[in-house]
């Protein structure tokens, strides 16, 4: 087990809620997904490096991924429907409730994604274990292949994350979001406990100790403790000041 000190906590809330937003521009994450081709065309240039792409976890195919291509193009059609306002460039689901079409899109997105996840994972490790390459072109290659994955590896991470809360079961705020030619889905915790309670409650190594001058409102712990979700069984207690605040 672990203790987890936190000063000034009475910021805690906020910084958890912060923690917890998600958002992913569509055509972005698209085109990412788009890029993965150039990545199959940088290692088929060299014999040593196309090899990597005759494993079962990552081959050519998967990284085409002409499946989630199709779904990220469903998705697109489905938020050609949601009409935004016209000041703020937002429409918010009422209570966070996207409605089927556009979830059942966003939904295919997110099922597609693991696969692709997969084979880009893999390549990061097969390319680990390669033998020394001494020739530079092969060399050049072999670095901004890995390049590109990493950059894509991180991406898709992130809009997994954003899309997977956009149709998760949480109590979360959902909107989408209009600009220009950009379009973006976004998720939003209500408050700190959605965010905290997998995080940190729900722990069997951790146990937190949160400090700070103001942690105190006039009816005591309670909107921290709500706004936190901490358990009942969470212990307060009221120090004395140890800087002179009367002088």
Same mark, same amino acid.
């Given at each position: 087990?672990?203790?987890? &000190? %936190?000063?000034?906590?009475?910021?805690?809330?906020?910084?958890?809620?912060?923690?917890?937003?998600? =958002? &992913?521009? &569509?055509?972005?994450?698209?085109?990412?997904?788009?890029?993965?081709?150039?990545?199959?065309?940088?290692?088929?240039?060299?014999?040593?490096?196309?090899?990597?792409?005759?494993?079962?976890?990552?081959?050519?195919?998967?990284?085409?991924?002409?499946?989630?291509?199709?779904?990220?193009?469903?998705?697109?059609?489905?938020?050609?429907?949601?009409?935004?306002?016209?000041?703020?460039?937002?429409?918010?689901?009422?209570?966070?409730?996207?409605?089927?079409?556009?979830?059942?899109?966003?939904? %295919?997105?997110?099922?597609?994604?693991?696969?692709?996840?997969?084979?880009?994972? #893999?390549?990061?490790?097969?390319?680990? =274990?390669?033998?020394?390459?001494?020739?530079?072109? %092969?060399?050049? #290659?072999?670095?901004?292949?890995?390049?590109?994955?990493?950059?894509?590896?991180?991406?898709?991470?992130?809009?997994?994350?954003?899309?997977?809360?956009?149709?998760?079961?949480?109590?979360?705020?959902?909107?989408?979001?209009?600009?220009?030619?950009?379009?973006?889905?976004?998720? #939003?915790?209500?408050?700190?406990?959605? %965010?905290?309670?997998?995080?940190?409650?729900? #722990?069997?190594?951790?146990?937190?100790?949160?400090?700070?001058?103001?942690?105190?409102?006039?009816?005591?712990?309670?909107?921290?403790?709500?706004?936190?979700?901490?358990?009942?069984?969470?212990?307060?207690?009221?120090?004395?000041?140890?800087?002179?605040?009367?002088?």
């Amino acid at each position: 087990r672990y203790m987890l &000190v %936190v000063d000034e906590a009475h910021n805690f809330p906020e910084k958890a809620i912060a923690v917890g937003q998600r =958002e &992913v521009e &569509v055509v972005d994450a698209l085109n990412r997904v788009f890029r993965l081709r150039t990545l199959v065309g940088t290692l088929s240039r060299h014999p040593e490096l196309a090899v990597l792409l005759t494993h079962p976890e990552r081959t050519a195919e998967k990284f085409e991924a002409k499946e989630l291509i199709k779904a990220f193009q469903g998705l697109m059609t489905a938020l050609e429907d949601v009409k935004v306002d016209d000041q703020t460039g937002q429409f918010r689901f009422s209570k966070g409730i996207v409605p089927k079409p556009l979830y059942d899109a966003a939904l %295919v997105v997110a099922t597609e994604f693991p696969v692709v996840q997969g084979a880009v994972s #893999s390549l990061l490790l097969a390319m680990l =274990e390669l033998p020394a390459i001494s020739h530079p072109a %092969v060399r050049k #290659s072999q670095a901004d292949a890995t390049h590109l994955a990493l950059s894509a590896g991180k991406a898709m991470k992130s809009a997994f994350e954003s899309i997977s809360s956009f149709t998760g079961p949480q109590r979360y705020v959902r909107w989408v979001s209009k600009v220009d030619e950009r379009v973006s889905i976004h998720t #939003s915790p209500i408050n700190g406990a959605d %965010v905290l309670k997998p995080l940190l409650w729900d #722990s069997k190594r951790a146990t937190a100790s949160f400090v700070s001058a103001t942690l105190r409102d006039l009816k005591g712990f309670g909107r921290f403790q709500r706004g936190c979700g901490m358990p009942p069984s969470s212990h307060f207690e009221v120090l004395p000041y140890i800087f002179p605040y009367g002088e």
